[in-house]
């Protein structure tokens, strides 16, 4: 992912996304499996359950970011373009 934000009109970028999401989120959920069996059964100690959840759970933070689209620029006014009187307030209908 090189570009700032996900091209939403590229489906190669987004099936790359939507593998990496895919994959986050898998690892994401073997943390708290592996937790909840019995002890004799486990793979993780607790530090590196801990560590290995951080690190997915920033992945999809990260993922859901890039997959964000900017907020549009509106400007120095901030006003609001379906308020052309600049009030702040909803137009009535």
Do not use: I
Request: glycine share 6%; hydrophobic share 35%; charged share 30%.
């Amino acid at each position: 992912m090189s570009a700032e934000h996900l091209n939403w009109s590229d489906p190669d970028a987004v099936k790359a996304w939507l593998v990496r999401m895919y994959e986050a989120t898998e690892d994401l959920a073997a943390v708290p499996a592996d937790q909840s069996r019995p002890l004799q059964h486990r793979r993780l100690g607790p530090s590196e359950a801990r560590r290995l959840f951080r690190e997915a759970r920033n992945s999809v933070r990260d993922l859901l970011a890039y997959a964000t689209p900017p907020e549009p620029d509106r400007g120095d006014s901030g006003d609001c373009p379906a308020d052309p009187s600049g009030s702040g307030a909803s137009p009535v209908h």
